[in-house]
């Protein structure tokens, strides 16, 4: 299956410090995209990046991507305790864009 | 702006009844939808996804079925409720056409719970 696996499944940090979270997956991939889901709630996407690109920022979040290794992370600096959630790697496939298949998550706490 | 909404937020049924879960869309049009179920503390697994109305494709063998019969509706449906089926529902919608996948936007969910 092409499902991501995300490591660790649950990342304890205190509020400053940064957080990394990785995502690894089977096959060849169009793009890959990273969700947050606070408890309870649905899932609000982060972002997306293409086969093609190797980093993406967006304000305090730092994604890489390395199709060798079909890896990816999430960094997140200066960790906040409202970014207490669970994050989510999901991949598209090469061969279907019409879906995306998620990976189990990580669940990160952040202590004030 | 676009909006996507569920109902109902939560749903205690008993084994062996009826469901339907609804998920509309507004604000855009030919979006493609999704079906997700997530147990508790885990991944989402795909159930549904239609490209269109009346083209539903599914992604796991289950007694859940999904019809789209308007543009922005996308509707979850049972005949007999298992206790597996318990979980949290959520439906999503993203842009169809052009090459490649656009991000997914999510609705609030449904908690459902089979007794």
């Known amino acids: 299956s092409q499902q991501g696996e995300e490591d660790p499944q649950a990342l304890s940090i205190q509020e400053g410090e940064n957080a990394t979270m990785n995502c690894s997956y089977k096959t060849s991939i169009n793009n890959l995209q990273w969700y947050r889901q606070n408890s309870g709630r649905g899932l609000v996407h982060l972002i997306l990046i293409r086969s093609n690109e190797r980093e993406k920022h967006s304000g305090r979040l730092r994604v890489t991507l390395d199709t060798s290794k079909k890896s990816s992370s999430l960094l997140i600096t200066a960790s906040r305790a409202a970014d207490t959630a669970s994050y989510f790697c999901a991949t598209a496939s090469s061969y279907n864009t019409d879906k995306l298949i998620f990976g189990t998550g990580t669940r990160l706490q952040v202590f004030p | ?115």
């Open chain 2, 1 to 115: 702006s676009q909006t996507i909404h569920q109902w109902p937020a939560t749903l205690v049924q008993p084994v062996g009844s009826p469901l339907s879960l609804e998920c509309t869309v507004e604000g855009t049009s030919n979006p493609n939808l999704y079906w997700y179920r997530q147990a508790a503390g885990r991944g989402l697994q795909l159930l549904f996804y239609s490209v269109g109305i009346g083209q539903i494709s599914s992604e796991v063998p289950q007694n859940l079925s999904a019809s789209r019969p308007q543009d922005r509706q996308f509707i979850l449906s049972s005949k007999k409720l298992l206790l597996s089926d318990s979980g949290f529902y959520l439906c999503a919608w993203t842009r169809a056409g052009g090459y490649g996948i656009y991000e997914q936007y999510f609705g609030p969910g449904t908690r459902l719970t089979v007794t």
